[in-house]
């Protein structure tokens, strides 16, 4: 049986309406089919009309509604100008990287005219992950939510709330981002910073010509409410609040979390929070808000996004109610909410974190700036992992291991940087020069990995929002300054870390991760701040196949995009 469901965003009555006819499927739908259709369309915000690529229309896109075991097939086809690829984030895609979705990583993209049809197992996992065009800067129109339900009969670990509804904080620029991309390359520069923030799609009556275009979700007092939040902007850290009521994170990046209650959440590019709220404030209306967190000189859209929760009854003409948002360089607030979240870690969802570590794997993240004779100051800003800015290659590089093909990368990807050196002290602003190249690191099939990430004072601190294709990991320690191998690992949370596929390396320090490598296939990794990711900030993983089919890449279905 399949199912296909547009956009809840319209409306909120009608993504109830959706969701309770998503949880009235029987068991045995099985087979989830969505068509999705790659089209430009006119978009009128803050005073200023632009086409932009949708998908069906729809900014943002449609909503993926799944249950934990089902089967989905999205047939994309593109009748837009660019060449498109969609990325499932978080989803495991377990030996089936030619549905993950990054253009020249797994997939040579969807050209004019074409078609592809992403088919997928959505297994072990439930919660609240997102999909979003995985080429150029195309994801700030083109992203949507994915809801996936838990197995039919199993319940949530936490209160059932009477209903929910997605939130997706985006980012809108006024002109045609291509157009803004491709000038600021020319001149080696970054582009503008983005005009607004949004709450699915608009960004609220702060704005100019913005009153219709403020996202509002009814609620009627006394009852639980499950907000699923996605941060798919490109390039910023939001905190996130709602004024006058408490949330409760029950849940991050698809995994389920020990229950917190806090006022305010970060959340970096790429990840996804889950918070009940309960209206239990006197009846009005309440703006929930969204403004960037960034502690490093580095320039942002520091604008606030609002959307309103508004209770039943209560007239519109009531102004709604303020929250007081951290102030844009709190690194306490940072730094205390992130160390709150720990893995629910119960005998139906336990943490299995790896205890003994095969590899260890040390990553140097730095800005840098190589010779351009093009651009304005003759230099080309740049990033890398290692010292190494990651080379796009003309083919797949899924195919290119699968399929033998010679000359395409390396997999000569250094576990540590090539020269140590003190990564956090005073900013070092010379020999920033990097090592081009196409360099992944092999990695044997089920052993265990440890990566420490480690920020640079190349150029400047930055936070950097770390994302992983093909696996979750543990975010086992975190810690400001430089990692200590010889002190630091004794502090590691090794009980109930986080969870994540999507992890915020913070400014001026390092973070470390584990995971097993039980995945075959070809994995990117790279910062999810578009601007960095464009610059190089980026690797891949080639794991290796198992002994066995089932531990091996299953092979590429028939309509895999040609290059």
Wanted: aromatic share 12%; proline share 9%; charged share 15%.
């Amino acid at each position: 049986m399949a199912m296909q469901l547009d956009s809840c965003f319209g409306s909120f009555f009608l993504c109830i309406f959706c969701f309770a006819w998503f949880l009235t499927f029987p068991a045995e739908a099985a087979v989830r089919k969505y068509q999705f259709d790659i089209r430009v369309k006119n978009v009128s915000r803050l005073c200023h009309a632009k086409p932009i690529v949708t998908v069906n229309g729809r900014f943002p896109g449609p909503t993926i509604y799944a249950r934990e075991g089902d089967r989905v097939l999205v047939k994309l086809t593109n009748y837009a100008k660019y060449n498109i690829s969609i990325h499932w984030h978080g989803l495991k895609q377990f030996r089936n990287g030619w549905a993950d979705g990054p253009a020249y990583i797994t997939q040579c993209p969807i050209k004019t005219g074409h078609s592809y049809t992403y088919d997928f197992n959505v297994t072990g996992q439930r919660g609240t992950l997102w999909w979003h065009a995985h080429i150029l800067w195309l994801r700030a129109t083109v992203y949507g939510a994915i809801v996936i339900m838990p197995k039919e009969g199993t319940m949530f670990p936490f209160p059932k709330p009477h209903r929910e509804t997605e939130i997706i904080l985006g980012e809108w620029w006024n002109s045609d981002v291509e157009t803004l991309v491709n000038g600021a390359n020319k001149m080696g520069l970054p582009p503008p910073t983005s005009d607004a923030h949004t709450i699915n799609g608009k960004p609220g009556s702060l704005f100019p010509c913005s009153l219709k275009h403020t996202f509002s979700m009814e609620v009627e007092a006394g009852k639980t409410y499950l907000l699923r939040i996605i941060n798919a902007a490109l390039n910023d850290e939001l905190f996130f609040t709602i004024a006058g009521h408490n949330m409760t994170v029950v849940e991050i990046d698809a995994v389920y979390t020990k229950p917190f209650t806090t006022r305010v959440i970060l959340i970096a590019p790429g990840q996804t929070t889950n918070v009940l709220i309960k209206a239990d404030q006197p009846p009005s209306r309440y703006f929930m808000a969204a403004r960037p967190f960034m502690d490093a000189p580095v320039p942002v859209d520091n604008k606030t996004v609002t959307a309103i929760l508004h209770y039943k009854d209560i007239p519109k003409t009531v102004i709604p109610s303020m929250p007081k948002l951290p102030a844009p360089n709190n690194t306490n607030v940072a730094l205390s909410y992130n160390k709150r979240l720990k893995s629910l870690n119960t005998p139906q969802f336990p943490a299995k974190v790896p205890l003994k570590v095969d590899r260890h794997l040390f990553y140097t993240i730095g800005l840098g700036a190589n010779p351009c004779s093009s651009c304005q100051n003759g230099t080309q800003l740049t990033a890398s992992l290692n010292n190494i800015t990651f080379v796009m290659p003309k083919v797949g590089l899924l195919q290119a291991h699968y399929f033998n093909i010679k000359g395409v990368f390396k997999t000569d990807f250094p576990d540590q940087p090539p020269v140590p050196f003190n990564y956090t002290g005073a900013p070092l602003t010379a020999n920033l020069g990097t090592s081009l190249g196409t360099r992944l690191s092999k990695v044997a099939f089920n052993s265990t990995v440890e990566l420490v990430l480690q920020d640079t004072n190349l150029l400047t601190v930055e936070s950097h929002p770390f994302h992983l294709h093909g696996f979750n990991f543990f975010v086992v320690g975190s810690g400001i300054g430089n990692f200590n191998p010889s002190k630091d690992p004794a502090k590691f949370n090794l009980v109930d870390p986080p969870e994540r596929n999507t992890v915020g390396v913070p400014t001026g320090g390092w973070t470390a991760i584990r995971f097993r490598a039980d995945n075959p296939g070809v994995w990117f990794m790279h910062c999810h701040l578009e601007l960095h990711t464009m610059w190089g900030l980026k690797m891949a993983f080639v794991v290796e196949n198992g002994k066995s089919p089932e531990e091996s890449i299953i092979p590429p279905p028939m309509d895999l995009p040609p290059c």
